[in-house]
C-alpha cells in the first residue's frame, strides 16, 4: 500500500481514495482531486488552451490560496 496519494494534476492536493476524476490533458489521463479541478481542467483544454499547463511552473492556486492572512 503506498503512503502518499496521488496529487491532483490541477492544484495539487492530494487525490482522495475511492474518487474518480479524470481527464484527457496533453494527450495522457490525468487525475483530479475534485469534480471543480476537474471540470477546470476539461474547460481549459476544451478552449484549446492545453499550453496552460504545459508552461506551468506549479499547481494552479486554490481559492484558499488567494485569502489574505489577516481574514482567514
Known sequence: MS???PECFHC???VPPDTHFHTVVLDQEREFCCL????VAKAIVESGLSDFYRYRD????RAEDLIPQGLS
Open 3 to 5: 503512503s502518499s496519494a
Open 12 to 14: 495539487g492536493l492530494p
Open 36 to 39: 471543480g479541478c476537474e471540470a
Open 58 to 61: 506549479r499547481p494552479s492556486r
